[in-house]
């Protein structure tokens, strides 16, 4: 199990299979306090939309009501960078899956809003906590 740091956010690899990976990801946001709004299977709209094959990858778009609520009172258009996305997908080789989340810093500090920035922080705290939960080291 490492943890990843790439320019837009966090990945943690986690000897899991990808259904169990997807689970725990689930029960971790909502410890966290995020609900997930959106599901995404990505593998079933290739298949459908375009008849490939593809490991098993889900976006989930998770949101945490309050902080969303401080977001657009600081914000107003705030709601084209939300809900926050987190990713879960089998590894290429089978051999467990990978869970990432956006680093809300990067894109929130996109806005130039300083009023956003501690909600930035506290948010990128939250979904640091859910890859422990999820893939404790």
Do not use: W
């Amino acid at each position: 199990m490492d943890t990843t740091t790439i320019p837009y956010g966090m990945t943690r690899t986690v000897d899991l299979p990808y259904e169990q990976a997807v689970e725990r990801t689930r029960d971790a946001l909502a410890a966290e306090g995020f609900g997930v709004l959106t599901e995404i299977d990505v593998r079933a709209t290739l298949k459908k939309k375009l008849d490939v094959e593809s490991r098993p990858y889900t976006i989930l778009g998770a949101c945490n009501p309050p902080l969303a609520h401080q977001a657009f009172n600081a914000e107003p258009n705030i709601g084209l960078l939300l809900p926050c996305n987190v990713v879960v997908y089998a590894k290429a080789d089978g051999d467990g899956s990978v869970v990432a989340a956006i680093d809300p810093v990067v894109s929130l500090g996109r806005v130039g809003n300083p009023a956003l920035a501690p909600l930035a922080a506290d948010v990128k705290a939250r979904l640091s906590r859910v890859l422990e939960a999820v893939a404790p080291k």
